[in-house]
């Protein structure tokens, strides 16, 4: 079966992502995380050489980041944690948290490319 074509609504593919040392993805199942993770890594040239952490659910997997954070290289986080946990990783480099549960936006362009004007936003 084919792979879907990424929708980067976060229009991340045309951004310089070489300052934010960490790039926190946070939200609950199903919001995309994991699938920008893969996708920077695969398709962005400043992201093909991230560390990826997929799956931070809770504070035991916070303190191992804090822990094992990597000394070069920017790093890739798929969280469920909430956002403001993240501010913590400050003192590590430059970040940057995107919340994607709050992104009216994607559903927006979703319904508009597939013409469904019944649904109400």
């Not at 003192?91 to 319904?111: F, N, Q, S, T, Y």
Request: charged share 25%; net charge positive; proline share 7%.
């Amino acid at each position: 079966m084919p792979e879907r074509p990424f929708h980067d609504y976060l229009q991340l593919a045309s951004q310089d992502l070489t300052e934010p040392r960490t790039l926190v993805f946070c939200g609950r199942s199903g919001s995309g995380k994991s699938s920008y993770l893969r996708w920077l890594s695969r398709d962005h040239a400043q992201c093909a050489r991230a560390q990826l952490v997929d799956e931070l659910v809770n504070l035991a997997h916070f303190r191992q980041l804090w822990r094992e954070f990597p000394a070069t290289g920017p790093v890739l986080v798929a969280s469920h944690l909430p956002a403001a946990w993240h501010f913590l990783l400050r003192p590590l480099g430059p970040l940057r948290i995107v919340r994607l549960d709050r992104r009216r936006e994607k559903l927006a362009r979703i319904v508009h490319e597939h013409d469904t004007p019944s649904l109400v936003l």
